[in-house]
């Protein structure tokens, strides 16, 4: 089966960092786009970053750009994003995505058909 784990979340301080994880299993991560995507309570789902498959190239949403990173362990089989100097507003559920067969990163929700479970982050 196909699945997605994330890990990582919790509550930690404005101004602090976590690491979420995203273990992959049932196929190889390298051959796919990845991302995270967050909601918050009453909000909609947002693309906060991605990783496009042919080359690599990251995008992030303009509300967390320069402060999260989105990567990728092959070997590892699993999808990264650390979050550092973390606001408020960050607070959500993350969930982790794969875009199917295509290649490139698409900040819109119904792109993506493979969601993880969602790990929550709370930043007070």
């Known amino acids: 089966d196909v699945q997605l784990v994330e890990s990582g979340g919790g509550s930690v301080q404005a101004g602090g960092s976590l690491r979420l994880s995203c273990a992959v299993s049932?196929?190889?991560?390298?051959?796919?786009?990845m991302g995270w995507f967050r909601q918050a309570p009453g909000m909609e789902r947002e693309g906060v970053a991605g990783?496009?498959?042919?080359?690599?190239?990251?995008h992030y949403a303009d509300s967390v750009k320069g402060r999260f990173t989105i990567s990728k362990d092959n070997a590892k089989n699993t999808l990264y994003l650390q979050m550092n100097s973390l606001k408020p507003e960050d607070t959500a559920v993350y969930y982790c995505v794969q875009r199917g067969a295509y290649t490139d990163y698409d900040p819109r929700t119904y792109a993506y058909t493979l969601w993880g479970q969602g790990t929550q982050v709370t930043v007070s």
């Open positions: 990783i496009d498959s042919d080359d690599g190239s990251t």
């Open positions: 049932g196929y190889m991560i390298n051959g796919y786009c």
